[in-house]
């Protein structure tokens, strides 16, 4: 009787031990609401710019995280923190929420989620797994970061943090994004962490 006891703990043990294991090695991937509204400075770049808001694909598959992937999402996300010094929108066009490239070496957090987006894209990262979020800090102020969708996850290039973090390991409440299918598009995010609110400017 004792014998079969201690089988029976070690088969619980066991299933239980790989329920975990199933459960850490599952993707960290956002839960989304379906549409809602277009970030104002996100649509003024799609007028000035129409080809920023007309990717669109049929396919929501993530990109395969390999590892020549996220050691170019690291260098990325190093190499332009470091290149594009922080202004705002006012000190450099005298006027709130300008999203634009930082070709002129200075750019607040959408310039910078824009210029890795670029670059990762030039090395084949489709569109559709490269996606500027809109979040709130833990300070109540909106921010803008990169979301990779990847095999693995979904990962947060910021230039706030030098290191790649999977989203749900960052301190931020996620509000919105832009669509997988469709660039010029956005959908709300459904943060357990967070209240019900989906819009910041």
């Known amino acids: 009787m004792n014998m079969r006891r201690g089988w029976l703990l070690l088969l619980a043990t066991t299933i239980q031990a790989g329920a975990i294991g199933a459960a850490l090695a599952a993707p960290a991937v956002m839960q989304t ?3 809602t509204t277009q970030p104002v400075g996100h649509y003024e770049l799609c007028k000035r710019s129409p080809i920023e808001c007309s990717e669109k694909t049929a396919s929501n598959k993530p ?3 390999t590892r020549s992937l996220w050691k170019a999402m690291i260098a990325i ?3 332009v923190n470091t290149a594009v010094a922080p ?3 006012m000190e450099m066009w005298g006027q709130e929420e300008v999203w634009s490239y930082p070709d002129n070496g200075a750019g607040d957090c959408e310039d910078y ?3 890795k987006r670029r670059q990762l894209m030039q ?3 489709p ?5 500027i979020t809109v979040v709130r800090q833990p300070n109540g102020e909106g921010h803008a970061v990169l979301t990779v969708r990847t095999s693995l996850g979904e990962y947060i290039l910021d230039n706030l943090d030098t290191r790649v ?3 749900d390991e960052t301190e931020y409440t996620y509000l919105k994004r832009q669509s997988e299918r469709n660039s010029g598009v956005w959908i709300a995010i459904n943060d357990g962490r967070a209240d019900a609110v989906a819009s910041v400017r």
């Open 33 to 35: 609401n379906g549409r």
């Open 63 to 65: 990109v395969e995280l």
């Open 77 to 79: 996300n190093d190499k």
């Open 87 to 89: 202004r705002t929108d």
């Open 113 to 115: 989620a824009l210029e």
């Open 123 to 125: 090395l084949g990262v």
């Open 127 to 131: 569109a559709g797994n490269l996606l």
């Open 165 to 167: 973090l999977a989203w």
